[in-house]
């Protein structure tokens, strides 16, 4: 089945990556705790002052350069 929209043709039959039916989902995310922060200067180099939060990406290998 096509529809004409906006002179276009669309195949509505056309098959969607997304499940005709979905479910609601349920997160579960954890209180923060708060323990020690970073110094100004520590939580610019960072990205934050939080050592909880400190995750550096390392890159493919995993490995600090």
């Known amino acids: 089945m096509a529809n004409n929209m906006n002179g276009q043709m669309c195949d ?3 098959p969607t990556p997304l499940p005709a039916v979905t479910v ?9 705790q708060f323990s ?6 520590q939580g610019l180099d ?3 002052i939080f050592p909880e ?8 290998r995993g490995e600090p350069k």
């Open 36 to 41: 020690t922060i970073y110094t100004p200067e």
């Open 12 to 14: 509505l039959a056309q």
């Open 24 to 32: 609601p989902a349920m997160a579960y995310v954890p209180f923060q």
């Open 46 to 48: 960072n990205g934050t």
């Open 53 to 60: 939060l400190n995750k550096p990406f390392y890159g493919r």
